[in-house]
């Protein structure tokens, strides 16, 4: 894995974890409900997820070895 991926995934999981505590803390404020909650905390997880399966910076074709 090469610095570019392993940058791409830090931020994308700090962006996301900042993204859900603040949906956390408004739903807890204004809507106290549970099942909006995990609903919200499973949209996170499979959006964090699908965005990085579809913009994460692959190296096809480039091996570590080769270099």
């Known amino acids: 894995m090469n610095k570019r991926a392993i940058r ?21 404020e204004f809507i106290n409900s549970y099942k909006v909650s995990l609903g919200w905390g499973i949209f996170c997880l499979v959006a964090c997820l699908a965005y990085s399966v579809w913009k994460c ?3 096809i074709g480039k091996d570590e070895d080769d270099k």
């Open 8 to 28: 791409f995934i830090l931020a994308l999981t700090t962006l996301t974890v900042l993204v859900w505590g603040v949906g956390e803390l408004l739903i807890a």
């Open 57 to 59: 910076p692959w190296d």
